[in-house]
């Protein structure tokens, strides 16, 4: 890393002083010389703060960027989506980092460093109460920053009524040890339901919902020989994960084909991402299915894992229409391998999976009370996919869904 270097190296502290201004309201900060560090270069740069302007609104148009004066040759724009900060008695420190540029792998945090700027305390809050002002004008003009939304699932839910489109909404629960996570949900919908700007319309729902960028590059790539679009929200002890699956048509070939190409982030995490296939195993017979789990229950920490996914395919099996729809899942950089079965056409209800689910909840001890509580609010709901294998965590898991419902908007 270059050498680091203090605003007081650079300008001294009568004229440093003088270039601050008092508060003002509705202002942006637009002109501060600062040290940047970006690998083993340390370049000056004209960046927010020290002189202050007036706002005015900001145009809900807008694209354009910050004119930048770099004082060095070979200056660069670089974005962060991490600021650490460290503080001193004599100066405070934001090393800005890069998720993306981390990888995807679980261990590759620390982010690297693409800038460090280091100020005086009192400068720091100046910089605080103009960034208070700013994001006060952005929220005016783009609407509300709200994390606790963001992080709970409420915004997608909104963004998707905005679409106004026909779509089917599907209820679900994560079972692993000791943890029960019920605030997941799954949004379907027809590509062709969104028009001929498709591909525009989802890539804008997932900026607003903080995708990374190479997310949103790789949806944008993916998208056009789908037909269907799913959005997806799982609410976890680490946070918000938000998902959008492609679905694309279903092959005539009596072989495993890709069904689903997902996409995971949480927004408030940035290196939680993950890309996923959805592989379709077509024409499986009850034990060709047997087989197949088998094999991927072989890491699973439970031995009664394979049983419990037996006893499901045992019940729908009877009332079950044509061959079983098995898809085998997994994650780019991550150790989730997990099949999905969907059983929806056995027609079975949440009641009637009852005496599998309690035990089940007994083994990754679960409250049996409380979860009783819950399957029996839900016992008419109907019974639809059981996922199960290792997550992206490492967890031995089960996932049922169920209760998918047609929707105006």
Same mark, same amino acid.
């Given at each position: 890393?270059?050498?680091?270097?203090?605003?007081?190296?650079?300008? @001294?502290?009568?004229?440093?002083?003088?270039?601050?201004?008092?508060?003002? @309201?509705?202002?942006?900060?637009?002109?501060?010389?600062?040290?940047?560090?970006?690998?083993?270069?340390?370049?000056?740069?004209?960046?927010?703060?020290?002189?202050?302007?007036?706002?005015?609104?900001?145009?809900?148009?807008?694209?354009?960027?910050?004119?930048?004066?770099?004082?060095? /040759?070979?200056?660069?724009?670089?974005?962060?989506?991490?600021?650490?900060?460290?503080?001193?008695?004599?100066?405070?420190?934001?090393?800005?980092?890069?998720?993306?540029?981390?990888?995807?792998?679980?261990?590759?945090?620390?982010?690297?460093?693409?800038?460090?700027?280091?100020?005086?305390?009192?400068?720091?809050?100046?910089?605080?109460? !103009?960034?208070?002002?700013?994001?006060?004008?952005?929220?005016?003009?783009?609407?509300?920053?709200?994390?606790?939304?963001?992080?709970?699932?409420?915004?997608?839910?909104?963004?998707?009524?905005?679409?106004?489109?026909?779509?089917?909404?599907?209820?679900?629960?994560?079972?692993?040890?000791?943890?029960?996570?019920?605030?997941?949900?799954?949004?379907?919908?027809?590509?062709?339901?969104?028009?001929?700007?498709?591909?525009?319309?989802?890539?804008?729902?997932?900026?607003? #919902?903080?995708?990374?960028?190479?997310?949103?590059?790789?949806?944008?790539?993916?998208?056009?020989?789908?037909?269907?679009?799913?959005?997806?929200?799982?609410?976890?002890?680490?946070?918000?994960?938000?998902?959008?699956?492609?679905?694309?048509?279903?092959? !005539?070939? !009596?072989?495993?084909?890709?069904?689903?190409?997902?996409?995971?982030?949480?927004?408030?995490?940035?290196?939680?991402?993950?890309?996923?296939?959805?592989?379709?195993?077509?024409?499986?017979?009850?034990?060709?299915?047997?087989?197949?789990?088998?094999?991927?229950?072989?890491?699973?920490?439970?031995?009664?894992?394979?049983?419990? !996914?037996?006893?499901?395919?045992? #019940?729908?099996?009877?009332?079950?229409?044509?061959?079983?729809?098995?898809?085998?899942?997994?994650?780019?950089?991550?150790?989730?391998?997990?099949?999905?079965?969907?059983?929806?056409?056995?027609?079975?209800?949440?009641?009637?999976?009852?005496?599998?689910?309690?035990?089940?909840?007994?083994?990754?001890?679960? /409250?049996?009370?409380?979860?009783?509580?819950?399957?029996?609010?839900?016992?008419?709901?109907?019974?639809?996919?059981?996922?199960?294998?290792?997550?992206?965590?490492?967890?031995?898991?089960?996932?049922?869904?169920?209760?998918?419902?047609?929707?105006?908007?």
């Amino acid at each position: 890393m270059g050498r680091r270097i203090r605003i007081r190296d650079i300008m @001294p502290d009568a004229e440093r002083c003088a270039w601050l201004p008092p508060a003002t @309201p509705n202002c942006a900060i637009t002109g501060v010389l600062l040290p940047l560090v970006t690998g083993t270069t340390v370049c000056y740069v004209v960046f927010p703060p020290l002189r202050t302007t007036r706002c005015g609104s900001v145009a809900p148009d807008s694209k354009r960027r910050m004119k930048t004066n770099w004082i060095t /040759s070979g200056g660069r724009s670089s974005h962060s989506d991490r600021v650490d900060i460290l503080a001193t008695q004599p100066e405070i420190a934001l090393d800005f980092r890069c998720t993306e540029a981390a990888g995807n792998a679980p261990d590759a945090d620390p982010a690297p460093i693409v800038a460090r700027i280091i100020v005086n305390p009192h400068m720091a809050k100046r910089l605080a109460g !103009a960034l208070a002002d700013t994001i006060a004008e952005h929220e005016r003009a783009y609407g509300s920053i709200d994390e606790e939304a963001i992080a709970g699932g409420k915004l997608l839910l909104g963004l998707i009524r905005e679409l106004g489109v026909p779509h089917g909404f599907e209820y679900s629960f994560k079972m692993c040890d000791d943890l029960l996570m019920a605030n997941r949900y799954l949004v379907t919908m027809e590509k062709t339901s969104l028009g001929d700007n498709c591909q525009k319309r989802v890539i804008e729902l997932c900026a607003k #919902l903080r995708a990374p960028q190479t997310l949103l590059e790789s949806i944008g790539h993916s998208i056009s020989a789908a037909r269907m679009v799913h959005f997806g929200f799982e609410a976890s002890e680490k946070g918000g994960m938000h998902k959008v699956y492609l679905e694309y048509p279903l092959s !005539a070939l !009596a072989r495993p084909t890709l069904l689903h190409a997902s996409f995971k982030w949480d927004p408030l995490h940035p290196e939680r991402r993950a890309l996923g296939s959805y592989v379709r195993h077509p024409l499986l017979t009850y034990e060709e299915v047997m087989e197949r789990l088998r094999e991927l229950f072989q890491g699973c920490r439970e031995p009664e894992a394979l049983e419990t !996914a037996d006893q499901f395919l045992q #019940l729908a099996m009877p009332r079950l229409e044509g061959s079983f729809h098995y898809l085998e899942v997994t994650e780019e950089g991550t150790p989730r391998k997990s099949f999905d079965v969907n059983l929806y056409s056995a027609s079975l209800t949440m009641g009637d999976i009852r005496p599998l689910l309690l035990p089940l909840a007994e083994r990754y001890r679960l /409250s049996v009370e409380d979860f009783g509580a819950r399957l029996d609010a839900i016992a008419t709901r109907r019974f639809g996919h059981l996922t199960g294998g290792i997550d992206r965590e490492g967890r031995d898991f089960f996932t049922i869904h169920f209760g998918v419902e047609p929707r105006r908007q």
